[in-house]
């Protein structure tokens, strides 16, 4: 069964702090991985994409990172900000027919003063 | 562009009453989704649109129905509302629902209670 999971579920840290966000996934055959990121009360909006063949890309201080042959990603927070303050979901895309996303449930991060 | 955007932001229903959610895109997508999202449960798929002419169902699409209205309106219709059906409604488009271009924009969401 294709699944994502994610770790921790939530996490709090200090302003200026480093963070890493985990992703597992058992998608199968795999397309692409992306990161949102959902503030509260908003629609989720794209960090990365990554795509088979790519070990890491970076989005400001967002570097998302992909092991396909362990079927991981991290998603690595530099120097948090306040407004880092939100959800984080990992999603999966499969090849097949139809629609083939797979969402992880989120890891919730609060940065705080 | 305004992108996604959805009617209403906020409903309040009465068991067994029924409505539409409205959802629009100026990207020129062709395909839409609809998905709720419930505390603890991250987002589930309710029905999604190909491309226009198109809907299938997706993970959770019992009490629901939705109608490519155009390439652009894709809307949600909740024929008898539920208390199990309270929740966070968010509306999606994409350039395909496949590859490299399935990237989604989501709108702001409309929260449903009902009672």
């Known amino acids: 069964k294709n699944q994502v999971e994610q770790s921790p579920q939530s996490l709090i840290i200090l302003e200026g702090k480093n963070c890493t966000l985990q992703c597992n996934y058992t998608v199968s055959p795999f397309s692409n991985l992306r990161w949102y990121k959902q503030d509260t009360g908003r629609g989720p909006v794209s960090l990365t994409i990554?795509?088979?063949?790519?070990n890491t890309k970076s989005n400001g201080r967002y570097t998302a990172t992909l092991d396909a042959d362990t079927k991981q990603s991290s998603l690595h927070i530099t120097a948090s900000q306040l407004s880092d303050s939100a959800s984080y979901i990992c999603?999966?895309?499969?090849?097949?027919?139809?629609?083939?996303?797979?969402f992880g449930k989120g890891t919730t991060l609060s940065v705080s003063s | 562009n305004a992108g996604v955007t959805q009617t209403p932001k906020f409903q309040v229903l009465k068991t067994g009453q029924s409505m539409t959610l409205q959802c629009a895109q100026d990207m020129n997508h062709n395909s839409m989704y609809w998905y709720r999202q419930d505390p603890g449960m991250g987002l589930r798929l309710i029905y999604y649109?190909?491309?226009?002419?198109?809907?299938d169902k997706g993970e959770v699409p019992n009490g629901y129905n939705v109608s490519r209205l155009n390439k652009r309106e894709f809307s949600l219709r909740l024929e008898s509302a539920a208390p199990s059906q309270t929740s966070v409604y968010f509306c999606a488009s994409s350039i395909s629902i496949a590859g490299g271009n399935n990237e989604q924009f989501f709108g702001p969401g409309t929260r449903l209670t009902v009672l």
């Open positions: 649109s190909a491309s226009e002419g198109t809907t």
């Open positions: 990554m795509t088979f063949s790519e």
């Open positions: 999603v999966v895309s499969a090849y097949q027919a139809g629609t083939a996303l797979i």
